[in-house]
């Protein structure tokens, strides 16, 4: 059975762009989270969808943003770039919605200069 | 309220030796709490999780204890190994229909051979 997988795994940004990233969870799966990893204030949740539908969001601006489609698959969207959105974006799927394991994928590392 | 407290930052441990790590919680509504273990360029896999009926959950060397009064929970590896040289993460969740986390800030285990 295949994992998350997340694309693309690396990519490097100028402030001021934009970032699309892409998840695929594991099939059969219809709940994503995305969460924001970073060195200096570690894992933080970013927002969870289940059936096209965004549950929940995080403490971040409005420059961050996601979607789900029907077939589960899921993007986040940042903005406007800036140096601190550099970070390892992690996206998880889960079997159930409340208190389900979440499986990660391998992230995707955005370095913003 | 939101935050998980985890100590310490990072453990060195000898080959057989036992490994400790501690997690704090303020808010009370969580009721759902695992560990996660990240090996470097992966993303976080879940070890083991507990709820809080139960003061205790073993799996293997990994044991879960919980002090619900306290507030208070840690994961014990037993008969630690150098494959056990991972970051691992505490985390909780606020229960309800969601899979949002909040994750504590990691321990660096590097388990000496």
């Known amino acids: 059975k295949a994992g998350v997988t997340q694309t693309p795994r690396y990519l490097i940004k100028t402030r001021g762009q934009q970032v699309t990233l892409s998840c695929s969870p594991i099939?059969?799966?219809?709940?994503v989270s995305w969460y924001q990893q970073t060195p200096g204030q570690g894992l933080q949740f970013l927002f969870e969808?289940?059936?096209?539908?965004?549950?929940n969001k995080g403490n971040f601006p409005g420059r961050f943003s996601g979607r789900q489609f029907s077939n589960s698959r899921s993007e986040m969207n940042v903005s406007t770039l800036e140096l601190g959105d550099s970070a390892l974006y992690l996206c998880?799927?889960?079997?159930?919605?409340?208190?389900?394991?979440?499986?990660f994928g391998e992230g995707s590392r955005l370095t913003v200069l | 309220q939101q935050q998980v407290k985890q100590s310490p930052q990072s453990l060195i441990v000898q080959k057989g030796g036992i490994s400790i790590i501690n997690c704090a919680y303020e808010?009370?509504?969580?009721?759902?709490f695992p560990w996660y273990q990240q090996f470097p360029g992966k993303g976080p896999a879940l070890l083991i999780a507990i709820r809080p009926d139960v003061s205790e959950k073993k799996e293997g060397r990994f044991t879960i204890s919980f002090n619900k009064s306290a507030k208070q929970f840690s994961l014990h590896i037993m008969d630690s190994q150098p494959g056990d040289s991972a970051t691992y993460f505490c985390?909780?969740?606020?229960?309800?229909?969601?899979?949002?986390?909040?994750f504590g800030t990691g321990t660096l285990l590097a388990v000496q051979p």
């Open positions: 808010n009370t509504a969580f009721d759902y």
């Open positions: 969808y289940f059936s096209e539908t965004q549950r």
């Open positions: 998880a799927s889960s079997l159930v919605v409340g208190g389900g394991e979440l499986f």
């Open positions: 099939s059969g799966h219809r709940s």
């Open positions: 985390a909780a969740g606020p229960g309800g229909a969601t899979n949002k986390l909040i």
